[in-house]
């Protein structure tokens, strides 16, 4: 069993692909699927050209470096209880409170959702089980679910902090 690509951030490996070319292949596998069941380890690999290593006995991981500041990780689960689910998230290397978004914000909420959006989805704000509305969006489309979080790209200035950046993207059946 491989080690969590969280738990040594310094040992991830340089990524190949940019942020947004990141974002670009999880759209083109979120469009062509159609069934839950088609979230599998081989899929997420063919699709991103990267080996996913197993974490847990239906946990597969990948991990990398983007920028000198952000990484990304890569995983599929396939639990009993929640089915098939791919995320994608872009993390800091290091805790920086000062940390902007811009190297990775080549596509932003907005145009990720319109993608979604012109694929048949339809969004509608993320809520969390009290009825919180977070920093994001959930799609629908059939039985595919995408969960997009976001967080603001700086705190300053001003259209930096109301500009949104995909910082999480979860797939999954319901």
């Given at each position: 069993?491989?080690?969590h690509?969280?738990?040594?951030?310094?040992?991830?490996?340089?990524?190949?692909?940019?942020a947004?070319?990141?974002?670009?292949?999880?759209?083109?596998?979120?469009?062509?699927?159609?069934?839950?069941?088609?979230?599998?380890?081989?899929?997420?690999?063919?699709?991103?050209g990267?080996?996913?290593?197993?974490?847990?006995?239906d946990?597969?991981?990948?991990?990398?470096?983007?920028?000198?500041d952000?990484?990304?990780?890569?995983?599929?689960?396939n639990?009993?209880s929640?089915?098939?689910?791919?995320?994608?998230?872009?993390?800091?290397?290091?805790?920086?409170?000062d940390?902007?978004m811009?190297?990775?914000?080549?596509?932003?909420?907005?145009?990720?959702?319109?993608?979604?959006?012109?694929?048949?989805?339809?969004?509608?704000?993320?809520?969390?089980?009290?009825?919180?509305?977070?920093?994001?969006?959930?799609?629908r489309r059939?039985?595919?679910?995408?969960?997009?979080?976001?967080?603001?790209?700086?705190?300053?200035?001003?259209?930096?902090?109301?500009?949104a950046?995909?910082?999480?993207?979860?797939?999954?059946?319901?």
């Amino acid at each position: 069993m491989s080690e969590h690509p969280d738990d040594h951030i310094t040992a991830l490996p340089q990524s190949e692909l940019t942020a947004e070319q990141l974002l670009a292949k999880l759209s083109e596998l979120i469009i062509s699927t159609t069934d839950a069941n088609e979230l599998t380890k081989d899929a997420v690999e063919a699709i991103f050209g990267v080996h996913l290593e197993q974490y847990e006995e239906d946990v597969f991981d990948y991990g990398a470096r983007l920028t000198s500041d952000w990484n990304v990780a890569i995983s599929v689960s396939n639990f009993e209880s929640s089915g098939p689910t791919v995320t994608l998230r872009f993390f800091p290397g290091a805790s920086r409170d000062d940390l902007t978004m811009t190297d990775i914000c080549g596509v932003d909420a907005a145009a990720f959702g319109t993608q979604l959006e012109q694929a048949g989805f339809i969004g509608r704000p993320a809520t969390d089980v009290h009825g919180l509305q977070h920093y994001g969006t959930k799609y629908r489309r059939g039985s595919l679910q995408i969960t997009v979080l976001t967080k603001r790209e700086a705190t300053e200035p001003p259209e930096m902090r109301s500009h949104a950046c995909v910082e999480t993207v979860q797939i999954q059946g319901q």
